[in-house]
């Protein structure tokens, strides 16, 4: 379980930090079983100025057999984001933008989905509006920019709970 901790140091400015380390044992095709030993460390933040919300994070992670194969290197990967997040004061409508960036020393991610896998870099920038219909219904439309496949996604949709 991931240690996060987290404190609004002023009015409008939270910081926190995490940390975790775990061990998962497994067995490559042929291999004996081995420990993987992972550790990531990491920081987030969030600014708040009146109907702008900003927040970024930022995660580093090592495993030392990460595909539990006897005498492989260790995989380092850092990753995080920046969103801005735009809700005017008594409006139903709301604006984002997103940015996300993660790099691996070793071609071991499958970040999208559908997408190739096996790679070693994601880098994305999203924007997108949405309205909320009610308390547990909104409609939205993103475009997204996937910056490693030079390829634009385009979403429409609605998101509900009860």
Same mark, same amino acid.
Do not use: C, K
């Given at each position: 379980? *991931?240690? *996060?901790?987290?404190?609004?140091?002023?009015?409008?400015?939270?910081?926190?930090?995490?940390?975790?380390?775990?061990?998962?044992?497994?067995?490559? *095709?042929?291999?004996?079983?081995?420990?993987?030993?992972?550790?990531?460390?990491?920081?987030?933040?969030?600014?708040?100025?009146?109907?702008?919300?900003?927040?970024?994070?930022?995660?580093?992670?090592?495993?030392?057999? *990460?595909?539990?194969?006897?005498g492989e290197p260790t995989a380092m990967t850092d990753g995080g984001f920046a969103e801005v997040?735009?809700?005017?004061?008594?409006?139903?409508?709301?604006?984002?933008?997103?940015?996300?960036?993660?790099?691996?020393?070793?071609?071991?991610?499958?970040?999208?989905?559908?997408?190739?896998?096996?790679?070693?870099?994601?880098?994305?920038?999203?924007?997108?509006?949405?309205?909320?219909?009610?308390?547990?219904?909104?409609?939205?439309?993103?475009?997204?920019?996937? /910056?490693?496949?030079?390829?634009?996604?385009?979403?429409?949709? /609605?998101?509900?709970?009860?």
């Amino acid at each position: 379980m *991931p240690l *996060p901790l987290t404190r609004d140091l002023i009015p409008g400015l939270r910081l926190g930090l995490l940390g975790y380390r775990g061990q998962q044992d497994g067995a490559a *095709p042929g291999q004996p079983t081995v420990t993987n030993t992972m550790w990531m460390v990491g920081g987030d933040g969030t600014i708040d100025i009146g109907p702008v919300q900003v927040n970024a994070q930022y995660v580093h992670r090592e495993d030392d057999l *990460p595909t539990f194969t006897v005498g492989e290197p260790t995989a380092m990967t850092d990753g995080g984001f920046a969103e801005v997040l735009l809700r005017p004061t008594g409006s139903r409508w709301y604006g984002i933008a997103l940015y996300n960036r993660i790099v691996s020393s070793r071609p071991l991610l499958d970040p999208r989905m559908g997408g190739p896998a096996g790679v070693d870099r994601y880098e994305t920038l999203t924007g997108g509006a949405g309205y909320l219909v009610r308390r547990n219904f909104r409609l939205y439309g993103e475009v997204t920019e996937d /910056f490693d496949l030079d390829a634009t996604t385009f979403t429409l949709g /609605f998101t509900t709970a009860f």
